[in-house]
């Protein structure tokens, strides 16, 4: 399903201010900082309450409100914005996919692994919203945040599925990255001869 991303980068803004507004509750109230799962627990929460929202919203001004699948496409994307990888994801979810080079946000490169190379759809609106997204990665993904702008303009981390991400800004004439995808686990012997790596014989 088509994902409006307009609608996506709009809630996004909504849910992080109203996130970041219950950060500074809880600090001023002297209660501890939520977990990374409390927080994104809260934010499911949050999701579901601005997207409520926007379709009394949309009933109250005569347009048809999103669908339960638009909703639920939705409440994906902003939640990947939020604290996954945007519009990145749906790569990330395609288990044939071995390699992901970004050179701009407009020029996407995936690599299969049959040997495959395909020009994908861009993963954001403009080289500054492809930096941003990158930034929100370095804060979400590892166990501390990690800056990525003029003075660190180079970064490497480790996504959540065990991908690694490398990304490069200013030193080059537009933004990139890399995601060189975890796709083999353990490989035994009896599988490296049933796709013919190795002979039997040997």
Do not use: C, W
């Not at 609106?125 to 990665?137: F, K, N, P, R, T």
């Amino acid at each position: 399903m088509k994902i409006d991303h307009g609608l996506v980068k709009r809630f996004r803004q909504e849910v992080g201010d109203r996130l970041a507004h219950q950060r500074r509750l809880d600090q001023a109230s002297g209660l501890p900082p939520m977990t990374g799962e409390d927080e994104r627990q809260f934010a499911r929460a949050l999701i579901a309450q601005v997207l409520e929202e926007h379709a009394r919203g949309e009933i109250g001004v005569g347009r048809t409100p999103p669908t339960a699948e638009e909703e639920e496409a939705l409440a994906g994307g902003i939640h990947a914005a939020l604290f996954g990888v945007g519009r990145l994801q749906p790569l990330l979810d395609d288990t044939e996919i071995e390699n992901i080079d970004v050179n701009g946000y407009d020029r996407v490169f995936v690599s299969y692994a049959d040997g495959r190379e395909v020009l994908a759809d861009p993963v954001a609106e403009s080289d500054e919203e492809l930096i941003e997204l990158i930034q929100i990665l370095a804060a979400y993904s590892g166990l501390s945040s990690r800056p990525f702008d003029t003075a660190n303009p180079q970064l490497d981390l480790r996504l959540p599925d065990g991908s690694r991400l490398s990304a490069v800004m200013d030193v080059t004439v537009r933004p990139a990255l890399s995601i060189r995808r975890a796709r083999l686990g353990k490989v035994f012997l009896s599988d490296l001869v049933g796709n013919g790596t190795l002979s039997r014989e040997i």
